[in-house]
């Protein structure tokens, strides 16, 4: 179950070159597309998920952790979104400008503004709905109960989690597989010592959320406005 995103993103952008309107070209043809093979990833991770716990006599609420009143979690989740947008962004500049030199600007392409439309609203809410419960609240509980290992339990499928982000977008490029895997690795480990100390997902999830929701309007603007991609690109260099 861990492996099953990295497969699918992967697959995922294979299958598209297969597309009428991609036959003949490459991969970067497809990379502005990641958005929306993540939307298609995310949802066939939730119907996955759906069919699993309800074989299971469970519910998918059942792989959100502990339930904790809601003043706790008012006080908990705008510290989570803070931690998520910076180790999130923080690994991004970091990890970028240490292999490549710069931040590159090129993950976030302009796209027609209806498919930019469509990752602004579905991307937020398939991920929060899709990568933390499976990873975490399913994988790393399950791990857990069968194993008796805790630390275990929760780094073998943050190591997938972190792995599924070098085929996002495919591209058969070494620095750029290691960048996009090393990137995530901060934000996950803040992920990993949250949830091993409350074992509450809805806090991280909703932060996730919001770091999604930025990447939806980072599109949305460029996609509205090629220019300004155009001079941000002019700008890195």
Not at 194 to 210: N, S, T
Request: hydrophobic share 55%; charged share 15%; net charge positive.
């Amino acid at each position: 179950m861990p492996a099953l995103r990295p497969l699918l993103f992967a697959a995922g952008s294979l299958l598209v070159l297969c597309l009428p309107s991609f036959r003949g070209r490459d991969l970067n043809a497809v990379a502005p597309w990641w958005p929306l093979i993540c939307i298609a990833v995310n949802l066939i991770t939730l119907a996955v998920l759906y069919r699993i716990v309800k074989k299971e006599g469970r519910s998918l609420r059942s792989l959100l952790g502990k339930r904790k009143d809601a003043s706790s979690r008012r006080k908990e989740i705008p510290i989570a979104i803070a931690l998520m947008l910076v180790l999130g962004l923080g690994g991004l500049w970091g990890f970028s400008t240490l292999i490549y030199g710069r931040m590159p600007v090129d993950g976030i392409q302009p796209l027609p503004v209806w498919a930019a439309l469509i990752v602004l609203i579905f991307l937020p809410l398939s991920v929060v709905l899709s990568e933390l419960p499976l990873y975490l609240g399913y994988c790393a509980a399950g791990i857990r109960e069968t194993t008796g290992k805790s630390r275990f339990a929760v780094i073998y499928p943050l190591f997938f989690y972190a792995l599924q982000h070098s085929f996002i977008p495919l591209l058969f490029d070494v620095r750029h597989m290691v960048s996009r895997f090393l990137i995530f690795v901060p934000l996950l480990i803040m992920i990993g010592i949250w949830y091993e100390r409350k074992r509450d997902l809805l806090p991280l999830m909703i932060g996730h959320g919001v770091l999604d929701l930025f990447t939806g309007i980072q599109l949305l603007i460029v996609s509205l406005d090629p220019s300004i991609y155009d001079m941000m690109r002019s700008a890195a260099g």
